[in-house]
Structures are given as C-alpha cells and as structure tokens.
C-alpha cells in the first residue's frame, strides 16, 4: 500500500461529511485544514499531502509544463490516492468524503470523479482544469460537484473550465460551475459559497 504523510482531524459533529483536503502545487497537508473547518465546522478532515515534487513543491501527479499534464501520472497518482482513501476510511471510519482541492488538488479531485468516482460524496474544485483528454466514462450517478473558477485565473482559460463542467455533467453529475471575479486564489467569495453549497447538499 502506498501511504501518504497526512493529516486527519475526528469530526466533532455527527451530521457533517467528511471532507478530502487537497492542497495546491506547493502546499501541504497543513494548507486547507482551515478552509475546511470554515466551509464544514465539525467535519472530519482528511488531508494527504502530495507525492510527486517539482523542485520541492509537493504536488499530487507531474506536469509536463503549466497547464500540460502527464496523463500517464494523473491515472497512476489517482489510483494511488483512491487506495488511501479508501485505507483512511477503514482506519479512521468515515464515510466517503467530498473532497475540496484547490488547484493541483481540484485537478486530481475532478480525475478521481473521472476514474474512481466511488471514493468521493461529491466534490468542490476550486480552479480546476480538464485533468484527462480522453477520461474513461466514468457514472457520476447525480453526485454533487461544485466548480469555481476565476474569471480573470492567468491558468486556467474560460474554455477549459467550462469543457471540465460539460464533462463531469455529461458523466452525470450534478454541476454547480460559478465563475467568480477572481484570479487563480481562493478569494472569500470561495469560502462563502462552497459553505452555502456544502449545507444544501448534506
Ligand atoms: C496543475 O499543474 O495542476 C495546474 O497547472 C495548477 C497548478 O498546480 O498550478
């Protein structure tokens, strides 16, 4: 089994999903465990850090330039992080989370949905991009998936989010895609409406 150096916190209230904290390109598990205590108060939080290192910068597959994926990795690092998940749940007895990934880590979030779309409740990916060229047809089943973009993200174009939307729609999820007045960061907005969301999908 491959292991990941993470973090988990116990939800201190039964009602609240367990949420999948995945980080961007250079964070770590430590990065999102307050953007999740502010989006779901009580959840329990599990928060691997990525594997691959790009001079140094932890992240969760390889790229072969900004935006250029090495597609190869994506499916691996998926499979990958799918085992500790589900590893996770036995140990720490949780539900299938939603997972929140930022970046990096909503791009390996929307190729779990696409490969392994057991392992998540659902998902909120913030800034996300197509992950695959050619994704399996994956059965999202009406799982819940909201996506926010930045108008003004300098890396990720209006049409690419927009193809990651139809995409995971087309799969069968359930898409909420907002374009925020935002660049690439997590704006407060963000945080507002991933919180809102997440109440209404519990
Ligand atoms: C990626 O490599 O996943 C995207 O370019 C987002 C990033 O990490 O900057």
Do not use: C
Not at 10 to 35: I, R
Not at 102 to 110: D, E, K, L, Q
Not at 122 to 145: C, E, Q, Y
């Amino acid at each position: 089994m491959t292991d990941f150096i993470h973090r988990f916190e116990p939800a201190t209230s039964a009602g609240s999903p367990p949420l999948l904290l995945l980080h961007g390109t250079g964070g770590d598990e430590n990065d999102l465990l307050g953007l999740g205590k502010m989006i779901s108060p009580g959840s329990a939080l599990l928060s691997p850090r990525g594997r691959v290192l790009e001079h140094g910068m932890p992240r969760f597959f390889r790229r072969l330039a900004e935006g250029v994926f090495d597609e190869t990795d994506v499916r691996r690092r998926a499979i990958e992080l799918a085992d500790f998940v589900a590893n996770a749940r036995t140990q720490y007895g949780i539900a299938a989370p939603i997972a929140v990934g930022f970046s990096n880590g909503a791009n390996i979030a929307a190729a779990l949905l696409l490969l392994k779309p057991e392992v998540l409740a659902g998902a909120i990916l913030l800034r996300a991009m197509v992950p695959l060229s050619d994704p399996p047809m994956a059965k999202l089943d009406g799982k819940p998936v909201l996506l926010l973009s930045g108008q003004a993200d300098p890396i990720v174009p209006a049409s690419n989010s927009a193809k990651l939307a139809a995409l995971l729609s087309h799969a069968g999820a359930r898409v909420d895609h907002k374009v925020l007045p935002a660049g690439h960061q997590i704006s407060q907005a963000d945080v507002t409406l991933a919180r809102n969301w997440i109440g209404s999908v519990e």
